[in-house]
């Protein structure tokens, strides 16, 4: 908001409020409204929705207007900045780096400021769209394995994910800024990194891990009111993400779990485990939405162990059943938390 407030000097907020820029990953589109923004505020929005890293060359001025939908990466920059010159360049520690130069790719030395979108569909002509504010909470623990490092994991290019599978429903999740958690009950986190250890052994695990973190993870006052993603380092026992129907939470680890930290071990933009894991992340906001598990192979809400074949993660395809269901709780703006908003099947 800060920056934002710099570039513009506040006073046309309302005017770029309405702008939207959103990605989607596995297609590599654009759809885009942007009308009269600075290079720099337009690069920023790219950079929020994508996670991509952004570096621009000091002192380019220009102003931005555009609309369409679903156009290739490239094809979309280039329409939007005209005759500035533009590169992808691949990262080595995984995905995008956008360079935005005037005369030599070097001279873009400047490390461009994510500017976060606002969450409201303010002038958004789709009013079937529901919009649905996350909060995000990295857990924060004096033991490693739990302690989550905001800087390891850019959600957005997850959640730009997820919408990528939820835009068949016309819901769309908006990540807040992240937030720290501190477990609810000193003795549970105790209990939760003890799982951890050489010795334990995995059927203890399994026996007792989610009963540890009912007790860890706190009871939220406004559960059932708020759609919540908690991030924590990482599990004794793997899973990708799991939805806490009493709680209101999508957790996640950073990383899958212990035992599999590979290099770097966490989430990376663009890479096969990303899009796995932005489909798992999808799944549990299915669950958060109310979807049970179904047998359909290729289906979101696919039960993990009835899957067939390859890759990793769920499918994407949502039928209309499950599309009208999810939607009616999206109506009501916070997740189905047995007890505090029943609905049929509870
Ligand atoms: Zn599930």
Not at 59 to 68: D, E, I, T
Request: glycine share 10%.
């Amino acid at each position: 908001m800060r920056l934002i407030c710099l570039v513009l000097g506040c006073m046309a907020w309302d005017a770029w409020s309405a702008n939207q820029v959103v990605w989607h990953p596995k297609a590599r589109t654009f759809d885009l409204r942007v009308k009269d923004v600075p290079l720099e505020v337009f690069l920023g929005m790219i950079k929020a929705e994508t996670g991509w890293e952004v570096k621009v060359e000091p002192g380019l001025q220009r102003v931005v207007s555009g609309k369409f939908r679903d156009k290739p990466a490239a094809d979309a920059i280039r329409l939007m900045l005209g005759r500035v010159r533009f590169a992808f360049l691949p990262r080595v520690e995984g995905g995008t780096r956008l360079i935005v130069y005037a005369g030599s790719m070097r001279g873009a030395t400047r490390a461009v400021a994510a500017v976060e979108q606002t969450a409201a569909d303010d002038g958004n002509p789709d009013e079937a769209l529901f919009h649905l504010p996350v909060k995000i909470h990295y857990m924060k623990s004096r033991y490693v394995s739990i302690n989550a490092d905001a800087k390891i994991t850019d959600l957005r290019p997850l959640f730009a994910g997820a919408n990528e599978i939820w835009g068949q429903g016309k819901i769309r999740f908006s990540p807040g800024r992240p937030e720290q958690l501190l477990p609810a009950n000193v003795a549970a986190e105790k209990e939760f990194a003890d799982l951890f250890k050489p010795n334990v052994p995995s059927a203890y695990v399994r026996l007792h891990q989610s009963r540890i973190l009912h007790r860890m993870i706190p009871d939220f006052p406004d559960r059932g009111k708020v759609f919540r993603v908690v991030v924590l380092y990482t599990m004794p026992d793997a899973f990708g993400a799991v939805y806490m129907p009493k709680k209101g939470v999508v957790l996640m680890p950073q990383v899958k779990f212990a035992g599999l930290i590979d290099k770097g071990g966490v989430w990376k933009d663009g890479s096969p485990v990303f899009f796995a894991q932005s489909n798992i992340l999808a799944h549990e906001l299915g669950h958060a939405l109310g979807l049970p598990h179904v047998s359909t192979q290729g289906n979101l809400m696919i039960d993990g162990r009835l899957r067939e074949g390859g890759g990793v993660g769920p499918g994407t395809k949502l039928n209309e059943k499950q599309i009208q269901a999810a939607r009616a709780q999206a109506k009501t703006g916070g997740p189905r938390v047995s007890g505090i908003n029943p609905q049929a099947g509870d």
